[in-house]
């Protein structure tokens, strides 16, 4: 099915702006000053621009300033004086919540004669409801008379009108706060300060020249790029990258896997992809239609429920845009083989009531072949490093009060991907040609419901489908037909249930309930491979308690909070599981915070695995057993699908401090996170090499059966004939289950487990000049370990530093110059040496660097000609110097000779991208 469907998303639309986006602690410093060239315009717009100009954050409510229009802003000035020049007129505020953040909103005190006698009307009315959501905290600095004043500016609003508008404003104080909705946390108003979390927003995703979702994730030092992914193909430690046949791409936070990450669009949760529907495929997602990507990496199944172990990825959509943007962008390898096109659209507008946006995006790649690069050129047959791929991805956003009390939100999105890849079976021969298509189309909900006081209900409905099609020809030929369908709704209540010293906590309680459905159907043998459902209920609980703040602070006791969450989930096919969360944080002085977070969570079996229905095989022969009288053994080996399997565990704790310093003309920030994930009943088969296994029988005792049962060998090998069969190499030895001398059963379980720990560091320091702003960033990821272990009694063994495996080290650092809407940066990305252990002694890989540079120029309203108003150009050079990956010897699984999982083939590649608004 294809189109869009399309209606509402729960929260309210807020525009944060921000040079990065990362929040700043409220502290009473001087302002700092800055140059501004802001022409008069809509409300919107100039906040935007202020914010990038000024540098600092900008909190406020697309809703709450429709239609209106703000001042020209010229000269230099402190961020508060600017603001009220640029405000003057309007029935708005600025409010300061810290040194680089700010609230633009409508004051709840504004409110006059006319206004208590009750003069309103529902137009008006509607308006106040709008202007009212807000993200504002802090006391409010503007009288009445002021407020009813600026009715009478610019706006060609009235006092009455001004009046009016103030006039609903204490019936919906109570709901202020509502809109902003952080990832981590189910608390609105809030951020999930306690966890490691970082916030990427449209500017820093324009700064960093890339033009796919999965580029900017693989940039991410936290993301390990194994596991599903476009370029990678099967590898010899991951067992679903082979499954991987429409070429999608998943998030591997913390290298555990693209299972153990949840992706989220607009805080919802997405069908999975894959012919074993193991990861959510982020390659169909517009990076367009991106307004910001956060990334939580700490667990938060005390939140999201199932597969947020690793951590969260949850992509924003633009939900508010007045006006027409196009945009056409083209790219090119400098030494050939990838040419890329990129074009679309977005139209938005805006009411007293509501707002309607709708983008558009087309995006095509050419196939990159080995004979195109000199390290991947080899005598055998020649493929593809990276696929061909065309998509074409829509979205829709509306938002529309219904009355003074509900508000009804939603968006639609649609893509998709045809995908082009010529390969050979272990790069050695047999040529094959995959022909797949992956489309994708979902909606969104929500009605929201004021209750009294600041207490919201919020009811959503979530529906999101998948489907795929891989047509393989040549040797080895597939036929698969992928459906996966995920629908869900949900029940949040939130508000703040009583006020203590140290200020107000808040709650939130919700309840959940989902179906998902998944199959895989084999065209070839007419036959479904996979095929299953579940249902899962759930129902959770979340509390802010702040112990001191700004109230009741003491000497080392500026703010002390403590968050607690659970959440119960049942499912249809294993049962049930509880995880609790608890986080702390502490500053016992301005600037510095020290935060802390212990919890657990769980993945479930993915529907494939609880569904396999024709992928178990028992494989017969003798194999060389050093605990047998004659040398080896008659072993059957059970790979049959298993029907007892159970989540994946996991317990995750981090440890982190943060130091925030604010200049006269910039600041600087930095964070330092501990982080360790003790993962255990971890689902996979216990070794991909049989050979390995009798040799070494102490270290796989617990799924070797010697002298089985023959009744249980019989009841295997029948289990086996009626899915995928038996292949006997026995010459004739086996007749009944008394011949076999050992069973081993290497059916996928809840048997293995990894632990990894280490550390994340993040810097920033802005500085503002009369020769433009300056913005450093740095990014690192460092992992002391990372052990694995076959069964829960082997040996661990660790994994760091080893070919296919993460790197310890990986970073992104880099600067980013603006001025009079020029803007340069320039990033440096590192990975780290390591080991190809496949031979023994190992031998040495090296690092891999490269640098990323970003030119553009924004000419708002400078420009006198009409064409060149609002124009954007910008030049992007991914591997500016055109660094080849790392060289590791070739074999059946890398004949390309490098790591797809720490380095890519693309090489240099330039792009110029023209985008204009009107």
Same mark, same amino acid.
């Given at each position: &099915?294809?189109?869009? &469907?399309?209606?509402?998303?729960?929260? *309210?639309? +807020?525009?944060? &702006?921000?040079v990065h986006?990362?929040?700043?602690?409220?502290?009473?410093?001087?302002q700092?000053?800055?140059?501004?060239?802001?022409?008069?315009?809509?409300?919107?717009?100039?906040?935007?621009?202020?914010? $990038?100009?000024?540098?600092?954050?900008?909190?406020?409510?697309?809703?709450?300033?429709?239609?209106?229009?703000?001042?020209?802003?010229?000269?230099?000035?402190?961020?508060?004086?600017?603001?009220?020049? %640029?405000?003057?007129?309007?029935?708005?505020?600025?409010?300061?919540?810290?040194?680089?953040?700010?609230?633009?909103?409508?004051?709840?005190?504004?409110?006059?004669?006319?206004?208590?006698?009750?003069?309103?009307?529902?137009?008006?009315?509607?308006?106040?409801q709008?202007?009212?959501r807000?993200?504002a905290?802090?006391?409010?600095?503007?009288?009445?008379?002021?407020?009813?004043?600026?009715?009478?500016?610019?706006?060609?609003?009235t006092?009455?009108?001004?009046?009016?508008?103030a006039?609903? =404003?204490?019936?919906?104080?109570?709901?202020?706060?509502?809109?902003?909705?952080?990832?981590?946390?189910?608390?609105r108003?809030?951020?999930?300060?306690?966890?490691?979390?970082?916030?990427y927003?449209?500017?820093?995703?324009?700064?960093s020249?890339?033009?796919?979702?999965?580029?900017?994730?693989?940039?991410?030092?936290?993301?390990?790029?194994?596991?599903?992914s476009?370029?990678?193909?099967?590898?010899?430690?991951?067992r679903?990258a082979?499954?991987?046949?429409?070429?999608?791409?998943?998030?591997?936070?913390?290298?555990?896997?693209?299972?153990?990450?949840?992706?989220?669009?607009n805080?919802?949760?997405?069908?999975?992809?894959?012919?074993?529907?193991?990861?959510?495929?982020?390659?169909?997602?517009?990076?367009?239609?991106?307004?910001?990507?956060d990334?939580?990496?700490?667990?938060?199944?005390?939140?999201?429920?199932?597969?947020?172990?690793?951590?969260?990825?949850?992509?924003?959509?633009?939900?508010?845009?007045?006006g027409?943007?196009?945009?056409?962008?083209?790219?090119?390898?400098? /030494?050939?083989?990838? #040419?890329?096109?990129?074009?679309?659209?977005?139209?938005?507008?805006?009411?007293?009531?509501?707002?309607?946006?709708?983008?558009?995006?087309?995006?095509?790649?050419?196939?990159?072949g *080995?004979?195109?690069?000199?390290?991947?050129?080899?005598?055998?047959?020649?493929?593809?490093?990276?696929?061909?791929?065309e998509?074409?991805?829509?979205?829709?956003?509306i938002?529309?009060?219904?009355?003074?009390?509900?508000?009804?939100?939603?968006?639609?999105?649609?893509?998709?991907?045809d995908?082009?890849?010529?390969?050979?079976?272990?790069?050695?021969g047999?040529?094959?040609?995959?022909d797949?298509?992956?489309?994708?189309?979902?909606?969104s909900?929500?009605l929201?419901?004021?209750?009294?006081?600041?207490?919201?209900?919020?009811?959503?409905?979530?529906?999101?489908?998948?489907?795929?099609?891989?047509?393989?020809?040549?040797?080895?030929?597939?036929?698969?037909? +992928?459906?996966?369908?995920?629908?869900s =709704?949900d029940?949040?209540?939130?508000?703040?249930?009583?006020?203590?010293?140290g200020?107000?906590?808040?709650?939130?309680?919700?309840?959940?309930?989902?179906?998902?459905?998944?199959?895989?159907?084999n065209g070839?043998?007419?036959?479904?491979?996979?095929?299953?459902?579940? /249902?899962?209920?759930?129902?959770?609980?979340?509390?802010?308690?702040?112990?001191?703040?700004?109230?009741?602070?003491?000497p080392?006791?500026?703010r002390?909070?403590?968050?607690?969450?659970?959440?119960?989930?049942?499912?249809?096919?294993?049962?049930?599981?509880?995880?609790?969360?608890?986080?702390?944080?502490?500053?016992?002085? @301005?600037?510095?915070?020290?935060?802390?977070?212990?919890?657990?969570?769980?993945n479930?079996?993915?529907?494939?695995?609880?569904?396999? %229905?024709?992928?178990?095989?028992?494989?017969?022969?003798?194999?060389?057993?050093?605990?047998?009288p004659?040398g080896? @053994?008659?072993?059957?080996?059970?790979?049959?699908?298993?029907?007892?399997?159970?989540?994946?565990?996991?317990?995750?704790?981090?440890?982190?401090? #943060?130091?925030?310093?604010?200049f006269?003309?910039? !600041?600087?920030?930095?964070?330092?996170?501990?982080f360790?994930?003790?993962?255990d009943?971890?689902?996979?088969?216990?070794?991909?090499?049989?050979s !390995?296994?009798?040799?070494?029988?102490?270290?796989?005792?617990?799924?070797?059966?010697?002298?089985?049962?023959?009744a249980?060998?019989?009841?295997?090998?029948?289990? *086996?004939?009626?899915?995928?069969?038996?292949?006997?190499?026995?010459?004739? *030895?086996?007749?009944?289950?008394?011949?076999?001398?050992?069973?081993?059963?290497?059916?996928l $379980?809840?048997?293995?487990?990894?632990?990894?720990?280490?550390?994340?560091?993040?810097?920033s320091?802005?500085?503002?000049?009369?020769?433009?702003?300056?913005?450093f960033s740095?990014?690192?990821?460092?992992?002391? /370990?990372?052990?694995?272990?076959?069964?829960?009694?082997?040996?661990?063994?660790?994994?760091?530093?080893?070919?296919?495996?993460?790197?310890?080290?990986?970073?992104?650092?880099?600067?980013?110059?603006?001025?009079?809407?020029?803007?340069?940066?320039?990033?440096?990305?590192?990975?780290?040496?390591?080991?190809?252990?496949?031979?023994?002694?190992?031998?040495?890989?090296?690092?891999?660097?490269?640098?990323?540079?970003?030119?553009?120029?924004?000419?708002?309203?400078?420009?006198?000609?009409?064409?060149?108003?609002?124009?954007r150009?910008?030049?992007?050079v991914l591997?500016?110097?055109?660094?080849?990956?790392?060289?590791?010897?070739?074999?059946?699984f890398?004949?390309?000779?490098?790591?797809?999982?720490?380095?890519?083939?693309?090489?240099?590649?330039v792009?110029l991208?023209?985008?204009? @608004?009107?």
């Amino acid at each position: &099915m294809s189109g869009l &469907m399309v209606l509402a998303l729960a929260g *309210a639309s +807020i525009s944060v &702006m921000a040079v990065h986006g990362t929040a700043a602690q409220a502290s009473m410093v001087q302002q700092r000053s800055a140059d501004f060239n802001i022409p008069a315009q809509s409300a919107s717009a100039a906040l935007r621009e202020f914010s $990038r100009q000024a540098g600092v954050q900008v909190l406020f409510s697309s809703d709450a300033v429709a239609g209106m229009r703000t001042n020209a802003l010229t000269g230099r000035h402190t961020h508060g004086r600017a603001l009220s020049i %640029l405000l003057a007129g309007t029935p708005l505020e600025a409010v300061r919540n810290g040194a680089r953040q700010y609230s633009v909103r409508i004051p709840r005190n504004a409110r006059t004669t006319a206004a208590v006698r009750g003069e309103s009307n529902a137009a008006s009315g509607r308006a106040a409801q709008r202007q009212t959501r807000l993200a504002a905290n802090g006391p409010t600095r503007r009288s009445a008379t002021s407020a009813a004043g600026a009715a009478q500016g610019q706006n060609g609003q009235t006092a009455e009108t001004g009046a009016l508008l103030a006039a609903a =404003i204490e019936d919906e104080e109570r709901r202020r706060n509502e809109v902003i909705v952080v990832t981590g946390t189910n608390i609105r108003g809030i951020a999930p300060e306690s966890s490691p979390a970082q916030v990427y927003d449209r500017e820093d995703i324009q700064n960093s020249g890339v033009s796919t979702v999965e580029q900017f994730i693989d940039r991410l030092p936290q993301n390990f790029g194994g596991g599903s992914s476009a370029d990678v193909p099967a590898l010899p430690n991951d067992r679903n990258a082979a499954f991987n046949r429409t070429r999608g791409s998943g998030v591997n936070l913390r290298g555990l896997g693209s299972g153990a990450t949840l992706v989220l669009l607009n805080g919802r949760r997405l069908a999975p992809s894959g012919e074993v529907g193991d990861f959510v495929d982020v390659s169909t997602i517009p990076l367009s239609a991106i307004e910001q990507i956060d990334v939580v990496a700490d667990g938060a199944s005390a939140i999201y429920g199932a597969d947020a172990i690793a951590g969260v990825v949850n992509f924003r959509l633009r939900e508010d845009y007045e006006g027409i943007e196009v945009y056409g962008r083209h790219g090119t390898a400098t /030494e050939g083989g990838v #040419d890329e096109i990129r074009a679309g659209v977005t139209l938005g507008t805006e009411w007293n009531s509501g707002s309607i946006l709708f983008s558009y995006d087309f995006y095509d790649r050419d196939s990159l072949g *080995a004979e195109e690069r000199d390290f991947s050129i080899n005598e055998f047959l020649p493929h593809d490093l990276l696929p061909e791929q065309e998509r074409h991805s829509a979205l829709l956003s509306i938002t529309q009060d219904l009355s003074e009390s509900f508000t009804l939100r939603g968006h639609g999105i649609y893509s998709k991907r045809d995908t082009q890849f010529f390969s050979s079976i272990f790069g050695f021969g047999f040529p094959r040609f995959s022909d797949t298509s992956s489309e994708q189309y979902g909606f969104s909900v929500s009605l929201e419901s004021a209750l009294g006081g600041d207490w919201l209900l919020v009811t959503s409905a979530d529906f999101h489908s998948v489907s795929e099609i891989a047509d393989i020809t040549g040797s080895f030929p597939a036929q698969r037909d +992928i459906d996966s369908e995920l629908w869900s =709704i949900d029940v949040l209540l939130n508000g703040t249930a009583f006020h203590v010293p140290g200020g107000d906590v808040k709650v939130a309680f919700g309840l959940s309930y989902r179906e998902e459905d998944f199959s895989n159907f084999n065209g070839l043998s007419d036959a479904f491979e996979n095929d299953a459902e579940r /249902e899962v209920a759930a129902a959770y609980a979340e509390t802010l308690i702040p112990i001191f703040g700004p109230d009741n602070r003491q000497p080392g006791l500026e703010r002390l909070e403590i968050t607690l969450a659970g959440r119960y989930d049942d499912f249809s096919e294993f049962g049930d599981t509880f995880n609790p969360k608890i986080g702390v944080v502490w500053s016992p002085l @301005s600037g510095l915070r020290f935060r802390g977070t212990f919890g657990t969570s769980f993945n479930p079996p993915n529907l494939a695995e609880i569904g396999n %229905l024709r992928g178990g095989i028992v494989n017969i022969r003798f194999r060389p057993d050093p605990l047998s009288p004659n040398g080896s @053994s008659l072993v059957l080996l059970n790979q049959t699908a298993a029907d007892d399997l159970g989540p994946e565990e996991a317990t995750t704790w981090t440890a982190g401090v #943060d130091y925030t310093k604010e200049f006269e003309s910039g !600041s600087f920030e930095a964070r330092l996170t501990y982080f360790d994930i003790e993962f255990d009943g971890r689902i996979d088969t216990p070794t991909n090499s049989i050979s !390995s296994i009798l040799p070494n029988s102490d270290l796989f005792s617990e799924i070797i059966v010697r002298n089985p049962d023959p009744a249980l060998v019989d009841q295997v090998v029948s289990v *086996a004939q009626s899915q995928a069969g038996v292949f006997d190499f026995s010459g004739g *030895a086996f007749q009944t289950g008394s011949d076999i001398d050992v069973l081993i059963d290497n059916r996928l $379980r809840n048997l293995a487990r990894a632990n990894t720990s280490g550390v994340d560091l993040n810097l920033s320091y802005r500085t503002r000049s009369s020769i433009g702003n300056l913005d450093f960033s740095f990014n690192s990821n460092y992992i002391f /370990e990372q052990e694995r272990g076959i069964t829960p009694q082997s040996p661990l063994f660790d994994v760091v530093d080893t070919i296919f495996n993460p790197a310890d080290l990986r970073l992104r650092g880099g600067a980013t110059w603006t001025r009079d809407g020029f803007a340069a940066s320039l990033f440096v990305n590192y990975v780290d040496g390591y080991s190809d252990n496949r031979v023994s002694p190992a031998v040495p890989v090296d690092s891999w660097t490269t640098v990323d540079l970003n030119l553009s120029y924004d000419a708002g309203e400078r420009e006198r000609h009409a064409f060149l108003r609002n124009i954007r150009f910008s030049l992007s050079v991914l591997n500016l110097f055109d660094q080849d990956p790392p060289f590791i010897a070739s074999d059946q699984f890398t004949p390309n000779a490098f790591d797809p999982t720490n380095s890519n083939p693309l090489g240099r590649f330039v792009a110029l991208q023209i985008t204009k @608004s009107w």
